[in-house]
């Protein structure tokens, strides 16, 4: 396994992490047993980055995550935490909370599921609009003082905010979505992450499964998906289009699509580390292939070409979430 260090600041991690948020979560039903397997697996090829949010499942995502670790594999690996999202009895979401009170109480309750001691990198879901970033993090500061927390992270937060934060606390890394159709934070956020030697864990390289390779225009279903605007309609069509440009580059490079788009994230710098969000032994496998593929110029090029940057149709959310999203404002 390729190691790196989350940015300046950070510790050391595997070059692909794993997020576990589909197995709990979103994408319909999962298989506890699959998922441990998953887990025990990525841990064994050398996968460290190990990422959560403590509202995946509403705690269910801690707990199973906690259940794999058991039997010391807790040293193996770093522990990505994300909090402050709110749940209703329903599983919808309802708000986030940034306050210095609620981030005691969250992490609280993260360290009672997971059973450890301590969180590696611990981060604030989204920007809580009504609470200054600069009592949330200082808030997690604390926390390291104590103990409780080693290192602060961010997830979807703009250029602004991040500076702000990064006078309270050193931050390691902003998690956000990056992927070949999904590009938006090459203006103005990874240079700002850079600047600061901040490192960037990049979520939805697959664009939740829309360019693995593996969806079809006749799959359904009622997961989160159905409700995205990228898959929705004449959007699909359009961004399953771009799909089929992608894989005639990957037969010239010898991998598969999904492969591909992950080698893609991977190729943009060390500083960037892909997230991967693999629910099953075979698609963990897939993912770390991309570990072995090394495109050349010439196939970067070709795939700038292939998938211009604002080719992909509909926004990454629908519009009640984007409105969430400091990052894209």
């Known amino acids: 396994m390729n190691m790196c260090k989350l940015g300046r600041t950070g510790p ?3 070059a692909i992490g794993l997020g576990c948020m589909g197995m709990s979560d979103v994408y319909g039903p999962t298989d506890r047993g699959e998922s441990i397997r998953t887990i025990h697996a990525a841990i064994d090829a050398g996968v460290t980055l190990i990422d959560t949010g403590d509202f995946y499942g509403m705690g269910h995502n801690e707990m199973l995550i906690g259940e794999a670790l058991k039997g010391g594999k807790r040293d193996a690996v770093q ?4 909090f402050g999202a709110l749940r209703d009895p329903q599983g919808g979401f309802s708000g986030f909370d940034g306050r210095p009170a609620a981030v005691k109480n969250f992490l609280a309750y993260t360290l009672q599921r997971l059973g450890v001691d301590h969180i590696d990198i611990y981060r604030p879901a989204r920007l809580d609009p009504n609470v200054p970033i600069e009592d949330t993090i200082g808030a997690i500061a604390e926390q390291v003082q104590a103990g409780t927390v080693r290192a602060i992270g961010l997830s979807e937060v703009g250029s602004e905010t991040i500076r702000r934060a990064a006078k309270v606390h050193p931050i390691v890394d902003l998690q956000i979505e990056y992927a070949l159709i999904t590009r938006g934070i ?3 956020i990874l240079p700002t992450c850079r600047e600061l030697g901040i490192g960037v864990t990049a979520y939805g390289v697959l664009s939740r499964g ?3 390779g593996h969806w079809s225009k006749d799959r359904t279903g009622q997961d989160f998906r159905s409700h995205s605007p990228r898959f929705q309609g004449a959007n699909l069509d359009t961004n399953l289009a771009l799909v089929d440009r992608l894989r005639g580059i990957a037969d010239s490079a010898g991998c598969s699509v ?8 991977l190729a943009q710098g060390d500083d960037i580390v892909p997230v991967i969000g693999a629910r099953r032994l075979d698609r963990l496998n897939e993912a ?6 090394q495109l050349s110029p010439a196939q970067l090029a070709e795939l700038s070409a292939a998938i211009p940057r604002d080719a992909a ?11 969430f999203l400091d990052s894209e404002k």
């Not at 999904?258 to 994230?265: H, K, S, T």
């Open 12 to 14: 050391t991690v595997s």
């Open 79 to 82: 522990l990505s935490v994300k």
């Open 186 to 188: 090459e203006d103005d």
């Open 210 to 212: 829309l360019i693995s």
């Open 258 to 265: 999904a492969q591909l788009a992950i080698a893609w994230v």
């Open 288 to 293: 770390l292939g991309a570990l072995s593929v």
């Open 313 to 323: 149709a509909g926004t990454r959310y629908a519009a009640a979430q984007m409105a």
